[in-house]
């Protein structure tokens, strides 16, 4: 399989707010901070795969104002390659209002502005020689759709991260080598809900049994379950203390991408994303918070080490 990684998706700037807990409807509430800093699914996979070793290519849309130019260079200074990042002429770029309590865990509200125009075109060309094509929701499902087929017809291996999850056509789903929703997300595209290990069972059989080559199902902090044809296997979690859980489940699917089109197998590409997303929820923000192949490495050392 080719090493490079071609993720065509959004990209948001992040106004994140930390409150001591979530706001009620109507509340006014004090916050303790607020930062921005470069976000979008589909940016931090393109980050978390480039700083997790792979070549990696954006395709997706910015505006034409400060935050398209900071998060274009945020991501060129990443490596990672912006020769399909568009500047939309009419709309500004994406935002999302992410908010962050103090046990880590957040709400976000996106507008997707630019990234709402993404084309499927806008990826012609991007896939000749790539191992991998990485999707997620947050741009239209035509594009993604149309990306997924783009993917397919020059060779490329489809990934499918379906955040959100919502307007994604079931005809993406054959197209697929891998889906990896959360627990959540599986439920909404199979009904069933995921609780434990055999409920996430459950789902990755019912994704795999409707056309994907392999799911695996993420359960956060209780770990994952990988399904293929052949059979499941449970992925560990690790056990960290989390401060921000922002971006983890990008961080999960760049680096598992990058893992798997340098070679690894599927489980050992999920292991490897599984440690990269418990070193990205050590720290705060979206992309300041994506860790190095490294640091991934010397975090899973430091884990076995420990056993
Ligand atoms: O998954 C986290 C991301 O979701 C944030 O960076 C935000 O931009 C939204 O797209």
Request: net charge neutral; aromatic share 2%; with cysteine.
């Amino acid at each position: 399989m080719a090493n490079r990684v071609v993720v065509v998706g959004s990209v948001n700037m992040d106004l994140v707010i930390r409150v001591p807990r979530m706001p009620a409807t109507g509340e006014t509430l004090a916050g303790t901070g607020f930062t921005t800093v470069p976000g979008g699914k589909g940016a931090n996979q393109a980050v978390a795969a480039a700083r997790s070793g792979a070549p990696t290519t954006f395709v997706g849309r910015v505006g034409n104002d400060a935050f398209g130019r900071r998060l274009r260079r945020s991501l060129d200074g990443d490596g990672v390659d912006v020769m399909r990042l568009r500047t939309d002429p009419e709309q500004p770029t994406g935002v999302a209002i992410v908010t962050v309590d103090g046990h880590g865990e957040n709400a976000i509200v996106v507008v997707a502005g630019a990234n709402g125009r993404t084309d499927a075109q806008d990826a012609a060309g991007a896939f000749a020689g790539a191992g991998i094509c990485l999707l997620q929701g947050e741009i239209p499902a035509a594009a993604v759709l149309g990306a997924a087929r783009l993917a397919r017809a020059a060779g490329c291996a489809v990934f499918l991260d379906p955040a959100p999850p919502d307007d994604l056509p079931r005809a993406i789903w054959p197209l697929c080598a891998l889906m990896l929703p959360n627990a959540r997300e599986a439920e909404a595209l199979t009904g069933i809900a995921v609780t434990d290990a055999p409920s996430a069972k459950a789902a990755g059989d019912a994704l795999v049994a409707r056309g994907a080559r392999a799911a695996l199902v993420k359960m956060g902090h209780a770990g994952a379950v990988l399904v293929t044809p052949s059979g499941a296997t449970s992925v560990a979690a690790f056990e960290v203390e989390a401060i921000d859980t922002t971006a983890a489940g990008d961080c999960m699917a760049g680096a598992l991408a990058a893992a798997r089109a340098g070679g690894a197998s599927l489980a050992e590409a999920a292991e490897f994303g599984a440690a990269a997303a418990a070193v990205c929820v050590t720290r705060a923000g979206a992309q300041p918070s994506l860790p190095t192949r490294e640091e991934t490495l010397r975090f899973l050392r430091g884990r076995r080490g420990a056993i």
